[in-house]
Structures are given as structure tokens and as C-alpha cells.
């Protein structure tokens, strides 16, 4: 019998020999009338005194486990049928139960199951109003007919005439991309994520716009990287800083979203977007550029995507094309090139072996109707529109303690004020109002009481209703502070 | 200017301040006109002799970034527009790019993008024969009826009507569980995945049985944690080598798959699951329950699940319910307890925010209709036919070189032959046959001479025509190693 003795431990050798023979016999390794090792053998096997083992086979014999038949030897004895365990439940033991999960920040604040009157949290668009569900219906159904669709698993990378569609509508956009460069993700999230196991680990330095998307934060930090915040002014992520930063510590990765950044709504010009790739080309780095919101810009054009202007496989770019189009599938697309791709590859099969093929299915056939300009330049049309609308409701509503830029691209506002934007969060509750507190978006979660306001999935009829509701608890709240008493 | 100097290095002081320099040129952080730092101050700053920096800008100027003015210093040169990148990629700087990924086998082992004849790769169920195409059909136009399915998120434990649902069905097997202690995952194989990367690190011992299911044996390789194989006898894992292995070395994590194990086919006996939990219990750590194939037992019954047993949340069960249902729509689901179920909600949020909301929806409806034991029923009866024909059809065919147990549950012969399974499988290749060969199911790919058959996704009418080539095909490869001229 194989037991290992804790010489230092708090219980008595005599102690752990008696338990270890105990879990032996409970577990069924030793059967109801088997002999049990005789004391002299095991005290060799294990290196103990014979006293110490006779010690032991007595307390498994006190507790009812073996019974002694002098001169023959020490027998397992037939147990009772255990009792049924009591319907108490001990999960403490799980406590110290390590794990390697990183704090995840967006789900906390993502306020779930009530159907809220005014979503400010979320940065999708209006069902009702924007996206295309009756070609979305059509699409499933047409998916649906060829009954393949249920039965068969998809190929890791993504469904073949998928891809190939992708890599076309990429190619007219400048990104020399062959479809066996692309892959199809569960959402644009996985994504994320998949770069993330794939490339970032503990020690790394993962350096990313200050403020950005709290899901991405979520994802390097639980890969235990060092996130690196880089400040950005009008030109996006400061080159300058950068430079600096990477002489000290050079990157593995850099995570932006150039184009509606995420919380901000800005768009990094082209000349920075030119500077960053220089600079991952001279460190050897890689720059995921994160691009959920290219077809909502409020600006006359958009610079080109960096991995457009990339040669040397230097850019992961992460599309969320459902975005814009069909949330409900969670459909995005990841391109890479090189070895690097095929890293992304192998590790997507190991997160779920591949996306549902119903959904890929579907999704194509929905672009053979949606992908082209005219549908875009309707969600965008409609979307500027609102966006124009919430500035100038701003505008009327808010008082002196709110700033904000509208945003250039992307279903965000991004507004600093000086409420306690936590104690805003719970006076918004009740209202059924909803809001991103800005500390999500910090890796220090300082927040400077900011808030990202989504304006995508709040009806155009209750717009107006929303953001006064808003501002006056903005108003409320920085007026609590002082004077507790007068409100309640 | 900052510069990270490397005194030690290959490059000269000044060749690697000409460098620092011109990036920061290119990279835009000096713009054209601009003036550079003084080589005094320069010199000063980064700790060199003023010959040094000297040199250095002379270098700049040389490749023509930067112009000095006698007396007045040295200025930024506004520089030619680049010319237009060459064609050419350089990817080779990727090599050295360090990742976390694993070995990835079970993926290099499936077959891709072509129609095999002869699928037995596949452990998957007929399209046609089995799988109720029909009722997949109406669940997916009910769900798209509702067009919030296509426009909204699930939250990320999963939609609640579904995890009600299946909380539900789970209590009706004995699995004490609540809807909030059940999520959806995108399908089994992410629920795997959640758990590896939630528990499973470098260093950390994972035990499964030997062989096992290679897409699991890659998840928790790629995680880098130490995987020991336990071999199993007829009543499932082997209890006292376990025991003594515990004593050793206790695991962080034991992966089973109790009802028809994967590739083995086998059904764990209730002792020994009993007595896996009880150990579990002694030596705190989790089992992970895959449970793929409880539907398609070919015994009058089957053990209870170990999560049934289980009273402290030692067990973290995962069903993947679709597998028999609906492959496509990537519909599975996990169990836990306590602060475990907690630790993976976290994960589940980081590695795609949720399972795609139409999939559920479509997926609830169909459990509605098929969810029933009669449903399991036909299916368990079709798959028992097949499955005693398959067997008569290995012994019809196969030769000595052959020998195998057919199942007690789910799709898969596990077939021993003294063919080398590399060369049979290019043997097959031709043919349109394909099987899974053994090394993938081995944590040291040795295989011993194992081909895993799934009989599931090969039509009736093709069966006998599969086997018998199998057969041959054999029989061939074994002549081959010694007549190699005979056959050709």
C-alpha cells in the first residue's frame, strides 16, 4: 500500500496510516472480506514501526472499517449501506480551490433580464429601428431548407462560401486577405479573447487606448498580462507616448479600435494609424485592431484600416460585421497572417471546435442581401441623425456639470461629469435607466466620473424622454452630495 | 529623448542612436521642419559622449531624415512620400514571437471540406436516418418569428426559458440543480474549454482516463498542466491505481466520460463512480463529467450520473445534449456548484459574452417537440440495430488482424489491429474512408494499434461497403509492411 506520510504534518503518523486505509477501503480499492497488508509488511512499505501501524489498524477497527482475527490477520469488513447524504450542502472546501480567472469587469456592469426603458448600457443598435429583420428572417429561413445546416458541424476556420465572401468585401476594401487568412468567430469577442490566450500571458505587457472596451480589458487580464493604458489626444492612441513607452517596454501586443473608439467614438487619424504599424514593424509586435463600428461613421469618409497598410503579418483585425447587422448570431470574423494565423487557428478548434454552422449559413445568405453600401448608408444615415439629435438634447438638458465630444463613428457618447457616477448608477435603476459607468474602461478603474452612453437601442420616441431623465439625475446626484436632505 | 541603450550589444552606441532616431522620424513623432534635441543635451540625456551622438545624427542625415544647419542644429527633413510597400511579405519575424498555445491533435486528425463516402471519422449521427430534421426546421421559423432573437444577446449564462428547461429535465434524472447553477455553453467542447482554462494551469495534474477524447486531452494541454492517463478496466477508471496515484500526486482535476466513454464506448460502473466522487471528496478536487451519450445506451440501463451523487460540488457536469439533436446549432450545457459555477460564469463572459440567442431560442422550441423519451427511444433503438449489424459485419470482415468490444453506449467501435494506423489511414484516404486514428486519444500518441470507428454518421446503405473495405484495406496495409511489391 502506496502511502504518503506528512513527517512534519499536525496529525500523528499513527492518525494519517488509519485515514489513508479508511479512504482505501470507502473507495472500494479494498473489498468486504479482503486481507488487509499485515502490520509487519506495511511498517516496511512505509516506514514506520510496527506499533504505529498496529495503532492504526485499531482505529480503522474502532471505526467499524476492518475487523482483527487474531493469529489470521486484519479483514475488511462489509459496510452498512451508507445513509443518503443529508441534503446540506458544503461548498467551502471550494474556497481554497485556486483558479485562474481574471476580475471580469463588463459583466458586473452590464445590467441583465429586465427589459429596461431606457438601455443607455448597450452599445447595439434599435431592433425596431435599424436592423434588417425581415431580411434576418429570411435568411434563417432559407438556411433552415437545406437541413445540412443543423446536422454538421462547421470546419474550425468558418464555413467555406463564408469566408470567401468575407475576404471578397475585404479585398474591395484594401485588405489583401485570401480566405484562408480568415476565420469566422463566435462574435467579434472571441476574437478578442482568442489573441488573447493565444498571445498574451502573465509578464507580457499588453498596451491599450486609455479609456477602451472593458470586455478587451477583461480579456488580457485574465491572462494575468501587465495592460499598459496609453492616453490618447484628437489623432488617437499619442504616438509620442507610445515611442517612449516602447524604448522602456516593448509590447507583445497593442489593442485598439481605430475607427469609433470604444468608449470615446473618436477615429485615429491616418498619419497615427501609419505610425503605429512603423513602430510594431520596428519592435516586432503585433496590433490587434479591434473594428466593430467602420460602417458607422458620421465623418464624410474614414481612413483606411491598418491592416490594409499592413505587409509583414503585424495586425490581428477583429471584425464585428454582425454588429451593425445581427447581434443574435454572434458572427465576427478575425483575419491574420502567417504563422500567427495558424496559432489563432488551432486555439479557435479548442474553444468550441468551430461556430454553429447554422449560424454562418444564415449570415450569408443575409449578406447576399445587406452587405452593400445602400444598407449601410441607411443604418448610418439614420443613426447621424440620432446622434445629432442626443447632442443637441445634451445640449437643452444637461447643465454646466456635463462635457462631452459627439462621437465620429459608433453608437457612443462619452460624457464627463462631476456626479458620483456609482451613486448615479443606483438612482438610475429604479427609472429603468441604464448606463456604462466609465471606471469599466480604466485599468485602474478610476473612471474620472465619466459615463459612456449608448444611443443605438433607445427608440427615437423615447430619446428625448431619456436623456432629460438622465441629466436630471446627473443634476440630482451632484446636488446630493451637498445637500443630502433637500431631495428625497 | 529616450533611448534604451544596449551596451552590451551587437550594434555600436551609435548605429543604435541613429536607429532610435529615425524611428521616431518615421514614426511621426518628429515632424518635418522640427528641430532635433541638441547633441549636447542629447549626449547628456542618455548618458554618451558628445562624438557619439555626433556620429549618430551624421547617420540620420545620411539616409536622408534629417538636414543640420551649421550653427543652428539639426532639423527633421520633410521626407519623400514612401513609395508604395513591394508585394513581398515578410512573416519570418513571427517565428520568434512566443504564444501559450498547445499541441492542437484532435483537429489535424479530422477530415475537412470534402464529402466522404465512408465518414467513420465522424462521431456524429446520420443526417438523414437520425436526427429529426423536421422539428429542427419548425424551431428555427418559431424562433425567428420573434426577430429580437436575431437582434439581442443572450445573457451570458444563457437564456432563461431554455436553463429552466434543462434545470428542469436534469431533476427528473436525480441532478439536484436550479437554473442558476446551469449555463449554456457553444457546445460541449466550449464547456471543456471553460474548465480547463478556469482550473487547469502549468504545473497542475489532470487525470483522465486512457485513451480519452482528444479535443479534451487539447484543451488541458493547452494549458500547459500535467496530464497523467489512467488505464481503465470493465467497470470504468481503475479505482486503486487512482488511489495510489492520489496518495502520489493529488489532481487538480479527473476528466470521465462514465456513459459511453470516448473512444471506448464503455459505461462506468455506479461503484466505481461512487468511489471516484469519494475520492474527490477526500482529496478536494473536481471531476469533470462529459456526458455526450447517455441517450444512446444499448444496456437495459444506465449508472446514475456522478453529479446526481454529488453533494459538496465536486462535480462539474457537461451535457452535451445537442450531440443526438442538432450538431449545428453548438447547444451545450454545464453544471456546478458554489463559487466553481461562479468562477466559470466569469470565464463563459470573457470567451464570447454569450451563446448566440437565436441557437437557444431555436433549441428550446425543439425541446419542446423531441425532448421526450420516446424521441431517445427511436433514436436508441436505430443506433442498437446499427450498431449489433456493424459488429456481425467486423467479424464477417475482418480478419485476425482485428479485434474489438463493441459498444455499451454512443456512436463508436474501438478496434485494435496490428495495422500501422498512419500508413492505413493514407491507405484509406482514396477511398473516401476515414476513421480517427488511436494516437489522439493517448497522451503520448502511442496508439498501440488503435482505429476509433464512428458507425453513427455512415448511411445503412453504405455500411456494409465501409466495413468491408475497411477490412480489406487492413488486411492490405498489414501484407504491405512485408510483401510491399504484392500489392500495389
Known sequence: MHISLDKTGKESLTVQIAQAVI????????????????????????????????????????????????????YVRRLEKAAPPAASHDYEWQESYYDYVGRSIFGQQTPRGSRLLFPFHSATLSKEEHLPLEALQKATALAARDPHTFAEYSSPL??????????????????????????????????????????????????????????ALDAFRSRGATILPIPCDSSGIRIDLLTRMFDQRPPKLIYVIPTGQNPTGKIMS????????????SFHCLIVE????????????????????????????????????????????????????????????????ATPLFNQRSFYHLLQNVSDERYFESVRAKMKRKKERVDKLLRQHGGAALTWEAPQAGPNFWLQTSANTEALSLLAKPHGLSFLPGAACFTDLSGGGHIRIGFGSVPDDKLEEGIALLCRLIEKQGKELYEPDVLS
Open 158 to 215: 468558418g464555413d467555406l462560401p463564408l469566408r470567401e465572401h468575407l475576404a471578397h468585401a475585404f479585398q474591395q476594401r484594401g485588405i489583401r486577405v485570401t480566405e484562408s487568412e480568415l476565420m469566422v468567430t463566435t462574435g467579434c469577442q472571441q476574437g478578442i479573447d482568442l489573441v488573447a490566450r493565444t498571445f498574451a500571458g502573465p509578464g507580457d505587457i499588453v498596451m491599450v487606448e486609455s479609456p477602451t472596451y472593458p470586455a
Open 270 to 281: 491616418e498619419q497615427t494609424r501609419r505610425s503605429l504599424l512603423a513602430l510594431a514593424e
Open 290 to 353: 479591434d473594428d466593430p463600428w467602420s460602417e458607422l461613421h458620421y465623418t464624410a469618409t474614414i481612413p483606411p484600416s491598418i491592416c490594409s497598410m499592413d505587409q509583414n503579418g503585424h495586425v490581428i483585425y477583429l471584425k464585428g460585421y454582425s454588429k451593425v447587422i445581427a447581434p443574435g448570431l454572434r458572427i465576427g470574423c478575425l483575419v491574420a497572417r502567417g504563422s500567427v494565423f495558424l496559432r489563432l487557428a488551432n486555439v479557435k478548434a479548442i474553444a468550441d471546435l
Open 23 to 74: 479512504e482505501r477501503i470507502s473507495s472500494g480499492m479494498y473489498e468486504a472480506g479482503e486481507l488487509l497488508p499485515s502490520v509487519r509488511k506495511l511498517a516496511k512499505e512505509i516506514g514506520v514501526s510496527v506499533l504505529t501501524v498496529i495503532r492504526a489498524y485499531k482505529i480503522v477497527e474502532e471505526k467499524g472499517y476492518a475487523v482483527t482475527l487474531h493469529g489470521k490477520g486484519t
